[in-house]
């Protein structure tokens, strides 16, 4: 049943493209034609990624509430990138953002927004650094055993 499900939404998904692609090859260059013709594919491309999305939350959901062993790993996982965004937020500086010349940057005036973004920063790297050491503890497993 769910290959004829998943057929027919091919089928719908297909029928859509080719009719976008008649608009966009009838409308000429430059003409309120084409802008309807781009403005209909895009909201087509949007609606998918919108419905993609939500199928996949959901199925991973429900996936998740059948095996419980695979919930309790995902919520630890949650709870060590919890404690890592933390640590991130209280290392970063909400001081105002200055220039070369000394001169505070537009929109870089301190408070929220600029801890917000020192957050981000400190969160990417200590993530890629704890990426790197299992990358290079995983390739040094690997020379060991051969």
């Known amino acids: 049943m769910d290959s004829k499900i ?8 297909s029928i859509l493209g080719i009719v976008g692609f008649i608009m966009v090859a ?3 260059e430059g003409t309120p034609e084409m802008a309807s013709a781009a403005s209909f594919m895009v909201s ?9 999305v939500a199928v996949t939350v959901l199925l991973s959901l429900i996936s998740l509430l059948k095996n419980p062993a695979a919930l309790k790993k995902t919520f630890v996982g949650l709870a060590i990138l919890a404690v ?16 070369a010349q000394g001169v505070v940057l537009k929109e870089g005036q301190a408070g929220a927004t600029s801890k917000w973004v020192g957050t981000g920063i400190t ?24």
């Open 123 to 146: 969160y990417s790297l200590l993530l890629g650094f704890v990426g790197l050491v299992f990358f290079v503890l995983d390739l040094l497993k690997g020379l060991v055993k051969s």
């Open 44 to 52: 087509i491309a949007f609606y998918l990624l919108i419905v993609v």
């Open 26 to 28: 009838r409308a000429g």
């Open 84 to 99: 890592v965004l933390a640590v991130s937020y209280f290392t970063a500086s909400d001081a105002a953002v200055y220039d």
């Open 6 to 13: 998943l057929k027919g939404l091919v089928a719908i998904i």
